[in-house]
């Protein structure tokens, strides 16, 4: 049961930001897990944005083990991933399509053909990236979208730069992205300088927004994030700006924003 003085309630005009306190990375997860369960109790069909990295796995092995219990269905359920390395196929095993079914979509009952990643191997990148907005738009939006975030404030591969990006498009990796990465490769040289992602406004458009974050190496992160200025300096901001934001960080995350009495 969440206690009340673990939630939190920031509002900006029309915008809502819902920050839950979790105890541990472990919490977290199984908090994620319920709200994703909840979206597809709800709505069968939904259509469900998901995420990579080390943030979201514990949520996938969650919903697994409640589908194995006959808990979760996912049979009419479709997803839309958010980004995808630029020359990886699907059969390498740092994909992010590879990612997914080896940690969700292997082990539960959905269609195949209705999971979705952007092709790292299109060969003509701007049509994929083009084709990508359409097939979301095709399926309705997303209905929730779940979204790490990167040590520099990146959702998807969105990078901190000038300005926010609208659609899906290719990004060019700041080293800080490849190296937190590189772990996942046998040689920092292997990680590919270039991914194609949803853009901002493309995340933006989910109906609902579930940001995950655990771990004391994210608490700037997390801090500037949800207090700081809205900027393209640091694309995770934005989400100040959506109207229906929930942010579940465990403890260790939200150490900087407790330490300052934002919370
Ligand atoms: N493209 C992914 C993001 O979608 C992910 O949210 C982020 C954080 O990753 P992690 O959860 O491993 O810290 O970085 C990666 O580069």
């Not at 699907?90 to 979509?105: C, Q, T, V």
């Not at 082990?107 to 907005?133: F, L, Q, S, W």
Request: aromatic share 6%.
């Amino acid at each position: 049961m969440m206690k009340q003085d673990k939630m939190r309630v920031l509002r900006r005009g029309g915008a809502m930001v819902r920050i839950y306190q979790a105890e541990d990375e472990g919490q977290m997860s199984r908090q994620a897990a319920n709200l994703i369960s909840a979206q597809v109790i709800l709505k069968p069909d939904a259509v469900l944005g998901l995420a990579t990295g080390s943030s979201p796995i514990g949520t996938y092995r969650q919903l697994v083990e409640w589908h194995r219990k006959g808990d979760i269905d996912f049979s009419e359920v479709k997803t839309v991933n958010l980004d995808e390395y630029l020359g990886l196929d699907g059969s390498s095993p740092a994909s992010y399509r590879f990612f997914m079914n080896e940690h969700l979509f292997d082990k539960v009952n959905i269609d195949v053909n209705h999971t979705h990643v952007p092709n790292g191997m299109a060969e003509d990148i701007d049509r994929e990236c083009r084709d990508y907005d359409r097939l979301v738009q095709d399926l309705g939006g997303v209905d929730l979208q779940l979204l790490g975030l990167g040590h520099n404030g990146h959702i998807g591969f969105n990078e901190p730069g000038d300005a926010f990006e609208n659609g899906t498009h290719v990004v060019e990796l700041t080293e800080s992205t490849i190296n937190a990465n590189a772990r996942l490769f046998a040689r920092r040289e292997d990680v590919p300088r270039r991914a194609i992602t949803m853009g901002v406004g493309s995340i933006l458009r989910a109906k609902k927004i579930l940001v995950i974050v655990s771990g004391e190496d994210k608490a700037r992160a997390v801090r500037d994030a949800f207090f700081g200025p809205v900027t393209p300096q640091l694309p995770a901001s934005i989400l100040q700006l959506h109207r229906d934001v929930v942010l579940i960080a465990d403890r260790a995350a939200l150490r900087l924003c407790r330490m300052e009495g934002r919370l």
